[in-house]
């Protein structure tokens, strides 16, 4: 069996029946409407070059395994990504349920609107817009019965088992909660099982990767820290300056995440994580996710940034960490992810021109351009280089599986 050009693999039926986001509404009359990007076919098919065995071995590891993405944003954005603001304030993004039913996915850490939630402030992460983002998602994934929200490992396992979809609700950083630390129980009561330390910029928790100095945990972030500990909230420090990180690992009782990074020795840019706060990382017992949004994981080995330049760094971390440390969170999206780059560059700090290599800008990730092709595409390479099934498993899910029963 081979894939077909409209897109995919011929994975296990799962429980979803075409149910279309907010379709319980009346789209142009209780909301407005955008022309939305597919979410099947956007770009040609990555030709990973599998033989007949090879792919049948691949479609058979997804289908019979817990496959998680340790960090993806699966909203469906507008196919003209100048409207992505207007489209962002009607506060309805999207969930790309078709897409995520021919995706092979167990689980998937739902990252929101994040940095984006610009619904009310043209600022973003303002805790009005945070709850507004998620009260919308809980409403609309209530009128379907194909997703499932996690909130403990038993969600992830019955996802598995029915067919269904379990969606983590996450943040890529605390900065919502301000100086409440209270605030991380009302986001645990929402649902919110993972949340990040910091993103671009600092926060009353701590430094983020685009300041100039990083004063490393503050009082507030250890006292955030062990109320995330004493809830059952996973850490994540992937947008977290590189001491930030290190005062984390020190403070935190439990494993501590990098959902979504990179070696920083294959791509010298403060996106990218160095040596010591990856080892560091698998010290706490944690787990990276290796990254895969465009222009970050980039290899001088494969500098047009592709499905081998993210594997670079993949091989990288588990020589480094060992394969019992390693996992993906390829923090894809449904739509133009360059031009939503271009868009909230300011804010992001994704990329910085000043202390990076220079590099080719591609329009997309050739084989991670997407959450439902990606772990059909990673699998198929690990199975086309060698990996044995067991260390296949660990790094699509059973490492995650791990060492969230360790935390939550």
């Known amino acids: 069996m081979t894939p077909s050009n409209e897109f995919a693999v011929d994975f296990r039926e799962t429980r979803y029946k075409g149910y279309k986001s907010y379709s319980y509404l009346k789209g142009g009359s209780d909301y407005d409407e955008f022309e939305l990007a597919p979410e099947l076919g956007r770009m040609p098919l990555y030709d990973l070059g599998l033989d007949a065995e090879q792919h049948e071995r691949t479609r058979t590891l997804v289908d019979d395994n817990i496959i998680i993405s340790l960090h993806d944003h699966p909203q469906v954005f507008p ?98 909660i301000e100086n409440e630390v209270d605030r991380i129980d009302i986001l645990y009561g929402l649902g919110v099982r993972q949340m990040g330390i910091a993103y671009s910029e600092a926060n009353t928790l701590g430094s983020g ?29 992937s947008h977290s300056g590189d001491r930030t990180c290190m005062d984390t690992y020190e403070q935190s009782s439990k494993p501590v995440l990098i959902t979504h990074a990179g070696a920083r020795a294959l791509w010298p840019t403060p996106r990218m994580k160095p040596d010591e706060v990856l080892r560091g990382c698998a010290e706490t017992g944690g787990v990276i996710g290796i990254e895969a949004a465009p222009h970050t994981t980039l290899s001088d080995a494969h500098p047009l940034h592709s499905l081998e330049s993210v594997m670079d760094h993949f091989s990288y971390c588990v020589d480094l960490m060992g394969i019992d440390h390693v996992a993906f969170g390829p ?5 133009d992810h360059v031009a939503l780059h271009k868009t909230f560059a300011a804010s992001l700090g994704v990329h910085d021109a000043q202390n990076g290599p220079s590099y080719e800008e591609v329009p997309y990730v050739a084989g991670l351009e997407n959450p439902t092709e990606c772990f059909f595409n990673i699998v198929g390479w690990l199975v086309k ?22 935390i939550w």
Request: net charge negative; hydrophobic share 35%; charged share 25%.
């Open 209 to 237: 990767l685009k300041e100039r100095g990083d004063g490393g945990l503050t009082a507030f972030g250890r006292r955030a820290v062990e109320r995330m500990n004493s809830l059952g909230m996973a850490i994540d420090v």
């Open 385 to 406: 280089n060698g990996y044995s099934d067991e260390d296949i498993k660990k790094v699509t899910g059973g490492n995650i599986m791990r060492v969230l029963g360790q």
């Open 79 to 176: 196919q003209d990504m100048t409207q992505v603001r207007d489209y962002i304030r009607t506060g309805r993004e999207h969930t790309g349920y078709e897409g995520l039913s021919r995706s092979g996915m167990t689980a998937v850490f739902d990252n929101l609107m994040d940095g984006t939630a610009c619904v009310t402030s043209k600022c973003g992460w303002k805790w009005d817009d945070i709850i507004y983002d998620i009260g919308m998602r809980l409403s609309d994934i209530s009128h379907q019965d194909y997703v499932r929200i996690a909130y403990s490992l038993e969600d992830i396992t019955r996802a598995h088992d029915q067919g269904e979809l379990a969606l983590v609700l996450s943040l890529e950083a605390s900065t919502p």
């Open 331 to 335: 923090d894809t999206l449904y739509g």
